[in-house]
Protein backbone atom coordinates (compact mmCIF):
# COMPACT_ATOMS: atom_id res chain seq x y z
CA UNK A 1 0.00 0.00 0.00
CA UNK A 2 0.58 3.75 0.37
CA UNK A 3 1.07 4.11 3.73
CA UNK A 4 4.32 2.55 5.39
CA UNK A 5 3.61 2.09 9.19
CA UNK A 6 0.35 1.94 10.96
CA UNK A 7 1.54 2.97 15.10
CA UNK A 8 -1.11 3.18 17.58
CA UNK A 9 -1.67 2.27 21.65
CA UNK A 10 -5.69 1.64 21.74
CA UNK A 11 -6.73 2.77 24.82
CA UNK A 12 -6.46 0.42 28.08
CA UNK A 13 -9.24 1.20 30.12
CA UNK A 14 -11.55 -1.40 29.39
CA UNK A 15 -8.57 -4.62 30.67
CA UNK A 16 -6.12 -2.48 32.96
CA UNK A 17 -5.87 -3.77 36.47
CA UNK A 18 -7.42 -0.19 38.09
CA UNK A 19 -10.67 -0.79 36.27
CA UNK A 20 -12.86 -3.17 39.05
CA UNK A 21 -15.95 -3.77 36.69
CA UNK A 22 -13.94 -5.39 33.57
CA UNK A 23 -16.27 -7.68 31.38
CA UNK A 24 -14.34 -11.11 32.02
CA UNK A 25 -16.30 -13.22 30.42
CA UNK A 26 -16.74 -11.21 26.76
CA UNK A 27 -14.16 -8.43 26.49
CA UNK A 28 -15.18 -7.53 23.10
CA UNK A 29 -19.08 -6.73 24.32
CA UNK A 30 -16.78 -4.05 26.51
CA UNK A 31 -16.98 -1.05 23.99
CA UNK A 32 -14.14 0.14 25.82
CA UNK A 33 -12.15 -2.64 24.33
CA UNK A 34 -13.88 -1.78 21.35
CA UNK A 35 -10.69 0.31 20.22
CA UNK A 36 -8.68 -2.24 19.88
CA UNK A 37 -10.91 -3.14 16.89
CA UNK A 38 -11.08 -0.25 15.37
CA UNK A 39 -7.27 -0.18 14.87
CA UNK A 40 -7.28 -3.46 13.88
CA UNK A 41 -9.96 -2.35 10.98
CA UNK A 42 -7.60 1.15 10.11
CA UNK A 43 -4.56 -1.68 9.70
CA UNK A 44 -6.72 -3.80 7.62
CA UNK A 45 -8.22 -0.50 5.39
CA UNK A 46 -5.05 1.38 5.01
CA UNK A 47 -2.75 -2.14 4.65
CA UNK A 48 0.42 -0.61 5.51
CA UNK A 49 3.91 -2.47 4.95
CA UNK A 50 4.43 -2.32 9.06
CA UNK A 51 2.00 -1.72 11.96
CA UNK A 52 3.17 -1.86 15.31
CA UNK A 53 1.13 -1.74 18.95
CA UNK A 54 1.55 -1.27 21.99
CA UNK A 55 -0.48 -1.91 25.15
CA UNK A 56 -0.85 -2.68 28.60
CA UNK A 57 0.26 -6.31 30.06
CA UNK A 58 -2.62 -7.11 30.64
CA UNK A 59 -3.32 -7.75 27.01
CA UNK A 60 -2.16 -11.09 27.83
CA UNK A 61 -3.35 -11.95 31.20
CA UNK A 62 -6.70 -10.63 31.27
CA UNK A 63 -9.33 -13.03 30.36
CA UNK A 64 -6.89 -15.52 29.65
CA UNK A 65 -5.42 -13.56 26.64
CA UNK A 66 -8.02 -13.11 25.12
CA UNK A 67 -7.85 -9.75 23.59
CA UNK A 68 -3.68 -10.60 22.74
CA UNK A 69 -5.03 -13.62 20.71
CA UNK A 70 -7.63 -11.85 19.27
CA UNK A 71 -5.12 -8.85 17.77
CA UNK A 72 -2.47 -11.80 17.01
CA UNK A 73 -5.31 -13.21 15.06
CA UNK A 74 -6.24 -10.39 13.42
CA UNK A 75 -2.95 -9.83 11.87
CA UNK A 76 -2.39 -13.23 10.44
CA UNK A 77 -6.01 -13.36 9.25
CA UNK A 78 -4.85 -10.34 7.18
CA UNK A 79 -1.70 -12.00 5.95
CA UNK A 80 0.73 -10.41 8.28
CA UNK A 81 3.80 -11.70 9.56
CA UNK A 82 3.79 -10.99 13.46
CA UNK A 83 5.50 -11.11 16.66
CA UNK A 84 5.21 -9.65 20.26
CA UNK A 85 7.21 -8.92 22.78
CA UNK A 86 6.68 -7.66 26.27
CA UNK A 87 9.06 -5.63 27.26
CA UNK A 88 9.81 -3.23 30.40
CA UNK A 89 10.52 0.46 30.05
CA UNK A 90 13.14 0.46 33.41
CA UNK A 91 14.86 -2.37 30.76
CA UNK A 92 15.91 0.83 28.36
CA UNK A 93 16.75 3.41 30.87
CA UNK A 94 13.97 4.39 32.32
CA UNK A 95 13.86 5.30 36.13
CA UNK A 96 9.86 3.71 35.47
CA UNK A 97 9.51 -0.16 35.78
CA UNK A 98 6.19 0.13 33.56
CA UNK A 99 6.06 -3.50 31.86
CA UNK A 100 3.99 -3.09 27.95
CA UNK A 101 3.47 -5.93 25.41
CA UNK A 102 4.40 -4.32 21.72
CA UNK A 103 3.05 -6.04 18.46
CA UNK A 104 4.75 -6.09 14.95
CA UNK A 105 2.89 -7.04 11.70
CA UNK A 106 4.94 -6.98 8.49
CA UNK A 107 3.51 -7.64 4.65
CA UNK A 108 4.84 -10.59 3.44
CA UNK A 109 7.25 -8.72 1.43
CA UNK A 110 9.14 -7.07 4.05
CA UNK A 111 11.16 -8.21 7.16
CA UNK A 112 9.89 -8.75 10.33
CA UNK A 113 11.50 -6.64 12.50
CA UNK A 114 12.76 -8.00 15.77
CA UNK A 115 12.41 -5.69 19.35
CA UNK A 116 15.77 -4.55 20.91
CA UNK A 117 16.99 -6.27 24.03
CA UNK A 118 17.38 -4.87 27.30
CA UNK A 119 20.19 -2.27 27.64
CA UNK A 120 20.00 -1.48 31.61
CA UNK A 121 19.97 -3.95 34.15
CA UNK A 122 16.57 -4.42 35.22
CA UNK A 123 14.79 -7.56 36.38
CA UNK A 124 11.29 -8.02 34.97
CA UNK A 125 8.75 -8.60 37.77
CA UNK A 126 5.06 -8.93 37.33
CA UNK A 127 2.75 -12.29 36.40
CA UNK A 128 3.05 -12.68 33.17
CA UNK A 129 1.12 -16.08 32.11
CA UNK A 130 3.13 -19.22 31.68
CA UNK A 131 2.41 -19.42 27.96
CA UNK A 132 3.30 -16.36 26.95
CA UNK A 133 6.64 -15.99 29.22
CA UNK A 134 8.46 -17.22 25.56
CA UNK A 135 7.33 -13.49 24.71
CA UNK A 136 9.18 -11.58 27.16
CA UNK A 137 12.03 -10.11 25.64
CA UNK A 138 15.55 -10.91 26.77
CA UNK A 139 18.83 -12.37 26.45
CA UNK A 140 19.36 -15.80 26.01
CA UNK A 141 19.97 -17.76 29.96
CA UNK A 142 23.51 -18.19 30.16
CA UNK A 143 24.46 -15.35 27.38
CA UNK A 144 26.53 -13.22 29.69
CA UNK A 145 25.85 -9.36 28.89
CA UNK A 146 27.22 -6.22 30.44
CA UNK A 147 24.25 -4.31 30.82
CA UNK A 148 24.16 -0.61 32.73
CA UNK A 149 23.21 0.26 36.10
CA UNK A 150 19.13 0.42 35.94
CA UNK A 151 18.13 4.23 36.66
CA UNK A 152 16.51 4.66 40.23
CA UNK A 153 14.16 7.92 41.36
CA UNK A 154 16.93 9.46 42.81
CA UNK A 155 18.73 9.51 39.45
CA UNK A 156 15.96 10.99 37.33
CA UNK A 157 14.23 14.12 40.35
CA UNK A 158 17.43 14.95 42.90
CA UNK A 159 18.20 17.77 41.52
CA UNK A 160 14.43 19.06 41.25
CA UNK A 161 13.77 21.65 44.10
CA UNK A 162 11.47 21.59 47.09
CA UNK A 163 7.59 21.86 46.45
CA UNK A 164 4.36 21.98 49.04
CA UNK A 165 1.56 20.00 48.35
CA UNK A 166 -0.40 23.48 47.42
CA UNK A 167 2.46 24.69 45.09
CA UNK A 168 1.01 27.07 42.45
CA UNK A 169 3.91 28.16 40.27
CA UNK A 170 3.92 26.76 36.88
CA UNK A 171 7.10 28.02 36.38
CA UNK A 172 10.38 28.15 38.52
CA UNK A 173 13.98 28.31 38.57
CA UNK A 174 16.13 25.29 38.94
CA UNK A 175 17.99 25.91 42.62
CA UNK A 176 20.85 22.80 42.15
CA UNK A 177 22.64 21.78 39.20
CA UNK A 178 22.31 18.53 37.63
CA UNK A 179 23.12 15.67 39.73
CA UNK A 180 23.19 12.71 37.67
CA UNK A 181 24.00 12.35 33.59
CA UNK A 182 20.13 11.91 32.65
CA UNK A 183 19.17 15.02 34.74
CA UNK A 184 22.13 16.28 32.49
CA UNK A 185 20.05 14.84 29.05
CA UNK A 186 16.68 15.82 30.41
CA UNK A 187 17.61 19.64 31.28
CA UNK A 188 18.58 20.11 27.69
CA UNK A 189 17.33 22.57 25.46
CA UNK A 190 15.33 21.73 22.66
CA UNK A 191 17.82 22.94 20.06
CA UNK A 192 20.66 20.95 22.25
CA UNK A 193 18.69 17.52 22.39
CA UNK A 194 17.46 17.91 18.49
CA UNK A 195 20.94 19.35 17.40
CA UNK A 196 18.88 22.18 15.80
CA UNK A 197 21.36 25.41 15.14
CA UNK A 198 19.53 28.62 16.39
CA UNK A 199 20.83 32.44 16.04
CA UNK A 200 18.98 33.28 19.45
CA UNK A 201 20.73 34.07 22.37
CA UNK A 202 19.73 31.26 24.88
CA UNK A 203 18.33 32.65 27.84
CA UNK A 204 18.47 31.35 31.31
CA UNK A 205 16.23 28.05 31.09
CA UNK A 206 13.11 27.43 33.58
CA UNK A 207 11.68 25.04 35.60
CA UNK A 208 7.81 23.83 34.06
CA UNK A 209 4.87 21.69 35.59
CA UNK A 210 6.48 21.28 39.20
CA UNK A 211 3.53 21.54 41.14
CA UNK A 212 2.41 17.91 42.42
CA UNK A 213 -2.00 17.48 42.68
CA UNK A 214 -2.89 18.79 45.10
CA UNK A 215 -4.71 16.61 48.06
CA UNK A 216 -7.50 17.13 50.47
CA UNK A 217 -6.68 18.14 53.73
CA UNK A 218 -7.64 14.66 54.95
CA UNK A 219 -4.79 13.11 52.64
CA UNK A 220 -2.21 15.41 53.13
CA UNK A 221 -2.62 15.22 57.14
CA UNK A 222 -2.62 11.50 56.57
CA UNK A 223 0.75 11.76 54.25
CA UNK A 224 2.15 14.01 56.75
CA UNK A 225 2.08 11.16 59.68
CA UNK A 226 3.78 8.74 56.72
CA UNK A 227 7.81 8.15 58.03
CA UNK A 228 10.19 9.12 56.09
CA UNK A 229 11.69 6.04 55.20
CA UNK A 230 11.99 3.20 52.44
CA UNK A 231 8.79 1.06 52.63
CA UNK A 232 6.75 3.58 55.01
CA UNK A 233 2.74 3.57 54.09
CA UNK A 234 -0.16 3.43 55.92
CA UNK A 235 0.94 0.53 58.11
CA UNK A 236 3.05 2.41 60.42
CA UNK A 237 0.27 5.00 60.84
CA UNK A 238 -1.31 4.39 64.44
CA UNK A 239 -3.58 1.43 65.39
CA UNK A 240 -2.56 -0.99 62.34
CA UNK A 241 -1.37 -4.49 62.94
CA UNK A 242 0.52 -6.82 60.33
CA UNK A 243 -0.47 -10.19 60.80
CA UNK A 244 1.98 -12.93 60.55
CA UNK A 245 0.57 -13.74 56.98
CA UNK A 246 1.19 -10.28 55.94
CA UNK A 247 -2.70 -8.77 56.10
CA UNK A 248 -3.51 -5.79 58.22
CA UNK A 249 -5.87 -5.64 61.05
CA UNK A 250 -6.68 -3.12 63.41
CA UNK A 251 -5.05 -3.31 66.36
CA UNK A 252 -6.86 -3.57 69.52
CA UNK A 253 -5.06 -1.68 72.18
CA UNK A 254 -4.88 1.35 70.34
CA UNK A 255 -7.93 3.80 69.99
CA UNK A 256 -8.69 4.58 67.04
CA UNK A 257 -7.90 7.98 65.90
CA UNK A 258 -9.30 10.57 63.80
CA UNK A 259 -8.41 13.97 61.90
CA UNK A 260 -10.17 16.90 62.45
CA UNK A 261 -12.91 16.71 59.76
CA UNK A 262 -13.79 13.51 61.43
CA UNK A 263 -12.89 11.08 59.63
CA UNK A 264 -10.15 8.34 60.51
CA UNK A 265 -6.49 8.69 59.79
CA UNK A 266 -6.72 5.76 58.84
CA UNK A 267 -9.26 4.95 56.20
CA UNK A 268 -11.10 1.50 55.91
CA UNK A 269 -10.29 1.28 52.20
CA UNK A 270 -7.05 1.07 53.17
CA UNK A 271 -7.08 -1.70 55.42
CA UNK A 272 -9.68 -3.56 53.00
CA UNK A 273 -7.47 -2.72 49.58
CA UNK A 274 -6.78 -5.94 47.97
CA UNK A 275 -8.29 -7.85 51.18
CA UNK A 276 -6.05 -6.63 53.24
CA UNK A 277 -2.61 -7.67 51.57
CA UNK A 278 -1.29 -4.33 49.97
CA UNK A 279 1.35 -1.69 51.36
CA UNK A 280 0.37 0.75 48.36
CA UNK A 281 -2.24 3.27 50.33
CA UNK A 282 -0.38 6.28 51.33
CA UNK A 283 3.10 4.42 50.37
CA UNK A 284 6.45 6.77 49.91
CA UNK A 285 8.43 5.72 46.62
CA UNK A 286 12.16 5.71 47.38
CA UNK A 287 15.45 6.89 45.92
CA UNK A 288 16.79 3.58 45.19
CA UNK A 289 13.59 2.57 43.81
CA UNK A 290 12.93 2.11 39.81
CA UNK A 291 9.47 3.50 39.93
CA UNK A 292 6.09 1.17 39.52
CA UNK A 293 4.03 2.74 35.97
CA UNK A 294 2.65 6.20 36.03
CA UNK A 295 -0.27 6.69 35.74
CA UNK A 296 -2.77 9.77 35.19
CA UNK A 297 -4.82 10.29 38.80
CA UNK A 298 -1.89 10.93 40.95
CA UNK A 299 -3.54 10.21 43.87
CA UNK A 300 -1.86 8.02 47.39
CA UNK A 301 -5.06 5.96 47.98
CA UNK A 302 -4.07 2.59 45.88
CA UNK A 303 -0.33 3.41 44.77
CA UNK A 304 3.00 4.31 45.69
CA UNK A 305 3.04 7.81 44.78
CA UNK A 306 4.48 9.71 47.53
CA UNK A 307 7.30 11.96 47.20
CA UNK A 308 10.07 10.23 49.52
CA UNK A 309 11.23 13.10 51.73
CA UNK A 310 8.57 15.92 51.10
CA UNK A 311 4.61 15.62 51.94
CA UNK A 312 3.10 15.81 48.26
CA UNK A 313 2.58 13.23 45.85
CA UNK A 314 4.82 13.37 42.49
CA UNK A 315 4.68 16.86 40.64
CA UNK A 316 3.66 17.09 36.83
CA UNK A 317 6.91 17.58 35.82
CA UNK A 318 8.79 14.56 38.29
CA UNK A 319 6.19 11.92 36.45
CA UNK A 320 6.92 13.62 32.78
CA UNK A 321 10.92 12.95 33.86
CA UNK A 322 9.81 9.01 34.69
CA UNK A 323 8.52 8.94 31.13
CA UNK A 324 11.37 10.60 29.54
CA UNK A 325 9.69 13.73 28.64
CA UNK A 326 12.87 16.61 28.26
CA UNK A 327 11.92 19.62 30.69
CA UNK A 328 11.43 21.83 27.52
CA UNK A 329 8.07 19.74 27.42
CA UNK A 330 5.59 22.55 28.57
CA UNK A 331 2.26 20.46 29.60
CA UNK A 332 -0.83 22.20 29.09
CA UNK A 333 -4.31 22.36 30.75
CA UNK A 334 -5.55 22.42 34.42
CA UNK A 335 -3.13 20.23 36.40
CA UNK A 336 -6.07 17.73 37.35
CA UNK A 337 -6.05 17.07 33.73
Known sequence: ????????????????????????????????NQQLVVYMDIVQYLRPRFALMENVVDLVKFSTGYLGRYALGRL????????MGIMAAGAYGLPQ???RVFMWGAAPSEKLP????????VIVRGVIPLEFEGNTVA??????????????LKDAISDLPSIENNELRDDMEYVDPPHTEFQRFIRLSESEMLGISTEKKSSKSLLHDHRSYKMNTDDYQRSCQIPKRKGACFRDLPGVRVRPDNTVEWDPNVKRIYLP??????PNYAMTFV???SSKPFARLWWDETVPTVVTRPEPHN?????????????????????GFPDFYKLCGEIKE
Do not use: W
Open 275 to 277: RGT
Open 1 to 32: GLVDVVCGGPPCQGISGFNRFRNKLSPLEDEK
Open 97 to 99: FRL
Open 139 to 152: YNEGHTVKLQNKLV
Open 261 to 266: SGKPLV
Open 76 to 83: VQMNYQSR
Open 303 to 323: QAILHPEQDRVLSVRENARLQ
Open 114 to 121: QFPFPTHD
